[in-house]
């Protein structure tokens, strides 16, 4: 199956600048998760997705942050105005469910390469 | 709260050797944990579950939960073994918190 898809792959701005990051997951996968991978941490999630509902968006800084995903299949992550501490990796990911071995259902996030984003 | 920590941020270990990656975590509820993993130039992909008891790769992993840790173990490291882990904790129905990863280097 073809993977999560995400652009740009980079992007260089200034701080006060806006900027916006798209996201196609895999087909068929209803729920879709943004998050913010800040240089030595782990992956934040920022907001997720269950088609084009919001489920929870309780670390997402809604001063500055906003995420659509209007047709409940794309969906693009916007920044205005920017921050320096706003430089991360913004990882998308979908996830779907799957039966595992032992017969039991689980939820595996699938994740895009990333956007790289410089505030300068 | 909901916390995972992996205490080391750097692991260089010989080829052939055993290497053992630490994460320990705080959670309030039964815990459902996993392993993650990112080589150079690639994706973030999920390494094993500790639901499902799987050996993926030569790792394995046992959640303890009397000591609230779920390290990642494999008795003879590769080179291919090289790459981020990241232990996460999947919190509610989806919400997944990670760890800040530990690169794992394996020396030839």
């Given at each position: 199956e073809a993977g999560v898809a995400q652009s740009p792959r980079?992007?260089?701005?200034?701080?006060?600048?806006?900027?916006?990051?798209?996201c196609n997951p895999i087909s068929g996968h209803a729920t879709l998760y943004w998050y913010q991978q800040i240089l030595g941490q782990g992956p934040k999630l920022l907001i997720q997705f269950q088609n084009n509902g919001v489920v929870d968006?309780?670390?997402?800084?809604?001063?500055?942050?906003?995420?659509?995903?209007?047709?409940?299949?794309?969906?693009?992550?916007?920044?205005?105005?920017?921050?320096?501490?706003?430089?991360?990796?913004?990882?998308?990911?979908?996830?779907?469910?799957?039966?595992?071995?032992?017969?039991?259902?689980?939820?595996?996030?699938?994740?895009?390469?990333?956007t790289r984003l410089t505030v300068l | 709260a909901q916390r995972v920590t992996q205490p080391e941020k750097l692991l260089s270990v010989f080829k052939g050797a055993p290497v053992e990656l630490k994460c320990n975590y705080s959670y309030s509820?039964?815990?459902?944990?996993?392993?993650?993993v990112?080589?150079?130039r690639q994706r973030l992909q999920l390494l094993l579950r500790h639901i499902s008891r799987e050996s993926i790769k030569g790792f394995t992993a046992d959640l303890n939960k009397g000591e609230t840790s779920f390290h990642l173990k494999k008795p003879f490291a590769q080179e291919e073994d090289s790459a981020m882990y990241y232990c996460?904790?999947?919190?509610?129905?989806?919400?997944?918190?990670?760890?800040?990863?530990t690169r794992l280097t394996i020396n030839p």
């Open positions: 980079y992007k260089i701005i200034e701080k006060r600048q806006s900027v916006a990051f798209w968006d309780s670390q997402l800084p809604k001063d500055r942050f906003s995420a659509e995903r209007l047709k409940g299949v794309d969906s693009t992550l916007k920044i205005q105005p920017a921050k320096l501490e706003d430089s991360a990796v913004y990882l998308c990911a979908s996830s779907s469910l799957r039966t595992g071995g032992n017969g039991r259902a689980y939820n595996e996030q699938f994740f895009g390469p990333g | 509820g039964s815990p459902e944990l996993f392993w993650y990112q080589y150079s996460a904790l999947r919190k509610g129905a989806q919400k997944l918190v990670f760890g800040q990863g």
